[in-house]
């Protein structure tokens, strides 16, 4: 993989009183043709490591590299990066091919290879038809298209996205979903993308970094990250987790067999870095768990709600020990419930399903 990217022990304190540490020393490689995501709660840094890359702001300590290059020497307009923002802040009065030009016609290049460019990109975008229109009589999801090929018009290497489908509805923010990846493999731009929509960052990234206070909690696949978080904090901040309290018995490679509040035995992953004995957390994901019977389960309880979504349903639990579980079963054509809210239950989990969890 060629890094894109590099940063190492990067710092950003913003001045104020107290000061507000908004990167706490944060290492991060980000590859050459890579769709990245940073997503993390509101406040992480997040919107201040876009920032460093773009060069709007500069770092309190550590170094920042581009292909190998230091970044830190160099201008915001020299880096070749540019920026996405959450208001995709068009010239409303100009249209959308003039609206595309008006970074080239700025760089100062020539009148064919400007409109050669311009044609390209809105073919990339969709928006050959509406070459015409001005940009405030155009759709929102519309505008995100011109607000994307005005950004990837002068070829930056790479591509800076703060949080840009957010003003936008829910069905149209999914097909722009799949069209920021089909834009990204198209062109080979690395994307580095900020969202606090973990289901964005999941469908979209070829790696995600959770971020939380100001530093990295964990960088993975979408896969990586859902199915074995490293830590309570990113198992509770992406998608919904059981927490069980478990007891280490005996652990081989990254597999431990742990014992359950109920006494019963299962086998779970363990990454690194975990207690390899003692109390633990596990994990389970609502989808991985089933009901079953109390002699064959894992865990019995009682069932105190069940509710229908469509897709599926979700059943929420209290177990012997007052911990709460909630199960989500897909609903299909000859899948139905067998339960009803006030049965007794039990929970049923695969081997390898739990991750033990860094508290
Ligand atoms: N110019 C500034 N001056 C002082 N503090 C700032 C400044 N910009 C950001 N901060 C603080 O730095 C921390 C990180 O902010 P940042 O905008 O990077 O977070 P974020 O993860 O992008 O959040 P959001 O999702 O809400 O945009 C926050 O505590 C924020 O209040």
Redesign the pocket.
């Known amino acids: 993989m060629t890094t894109a990217i590099h940063a190492r022990n990067l710092r950003?304190v913003?001045?104020?009183n107290p000061p507000?540490e908004?990167?706490a020393g944060v290492d991060l490689e980000i590859g050459d043709n890579e769709f990245f995501t940073l997503l993390?709660?509101?406040?992480?840094?997040?919107?201040?490591?876009?920032?460093l890359i773009a060069g709007f702001?500069h770092p309190t300590g550590g170094t920042l590299e581009m292909f190998g290059k230091d970044l830190l020497d160099l201008p915001p307009y020299k880096r070749p990066i540019n920026t996405v923002f959450q208001s995709y802040a068009l010239f409303p009065h100009l249209t959308v091919a003039q609206n595309i030009a008006f970074g080239l016609e700025m760089l100062g290049k020539p009148k064919a290879e400007i409109k050669a460019t311009v044609d390209e990109m809105m073919e990339l975008v969709q928006m050959t038809a509406m070459a015409d229109r001005q940009t405030s009589q155009i759709s929102g999801g519309q505008q995100q298209r011109v607000a994307l090929a005005r950004a990837l018009a002068p070829k930056p290497r790479v591509l800076l996205l703060?949080?840009p489908l957010s003003a936008l509805d829910f069905k149209l923010r999914k097909e722009m979903q799949l069209e920021l990846k089909r834009l990204q493999t198209e062109t080979g731009i690395t994307f580095i993308f900020?969202t606090?929509d973990q289901e964005e960052a999941l469908t979209m990234s070829d790696r995600i970094a959770v971020?939380g206070g100001?530093s990295i909690r964990q960088i993975g696949s979408p896969r990586d990250i859902y199915d074995r978080p490293a830590e309570r904090f990113v198992a509770d901040f992406i998608g919904d987790t059981n927490f069980l309290p478990a007891q280490i018995k005996s652990v081989e490679g990254d597999v431990a067999q742990v014992l359950l509040a109920s006494g019963k035995t299962v086998t779970a992953h363990l990454p690194e870095g975990v207690a390899r004995e003692g109390a633990v957390t596990l994990a389970v994901r609502p989808e991985q768990a089933s009901l079953t019977t109390s002699e064959t389960g894992l865990l019995s309880g009682m069932i105190d709600n069940i509710v229908y979504f469509g897709t599926d349903t979700h059943v929420h639990m209290t177990l012997e020990d007052g911990t709460t579980f909630v199960l989500r079963q897909q609903n299909s054509a000859d899948s139905t419930l067998e339960y009803e809210k006030g049965d007794r239950a039990a929970v049923r989990f695969g081997a390898n399903v739990a991750q033990v969890l860094k508290d």
């Open positions: 950003k913003y001045p104020g507000v908004a990167l993390g709660p509101s406040g992480c840094g997040k919107t201040t490591m876009l920032r702001e703060d949080e900020v606090h971020m100001g």
